[in-house]
Nanobody
């Protein structure tokens, strides 16, 4: 029903910036919550940020708050994660996800996932 495709990842020096995008296609719903997660090598997938399609309220995890911002363009069915002041520990595959339910940080609660985009931050 919903297909998510991430883009915009790449290699960046520490202190630099990247913006990753998540384009949603197929049926979307105004009550969806869109989330960004990341998974570093050898680690579990962890929550980064989410946003509501309707109203645009956001929640960002403490480890990236102040550096990362999440936004959306409802007309384009696209969610963005702007990443500034990147650190090597931000290196991960970044995934976008969609949930029909309440806003949550738990990966298990998200119904749709993209394939991920690699973000590598060099020192």
């Amino acid at each position: 029903q919903v297909q998510l495709v991430e883009s915009g990842g790449g290699l960046v020096q520490a202190g630099g910036s990247l913006r990753v995008s998540c384009a949603a296609s197929g049926r979307t719903f105004s009550n969806y919550v869109m989330g960004w997660f990341r998974q570093a090598p050898g680690k579990e997938r962890k929550f980064v940020a989410n946003i509501r399609w309707s109203g645009g309220s956001t929640y960002v995890t403490d480890s990236v708050k102040g550096r990362f911002t999440i936004s959306r363009d409802n007309a384009k069915n696209t969610v963005y994660l702007q990443m500034n002041s990147l650190k090597p520990e931000d290196t991960a595959v970044y995934y976008c996800a969609a949930s029909r339910g309440v806003s949550t940080t738990m990966p298990q609660s998200y119904d749709y996932w993209g394939q991920g985009t690699q973000v590598t931050v060099s020192s």
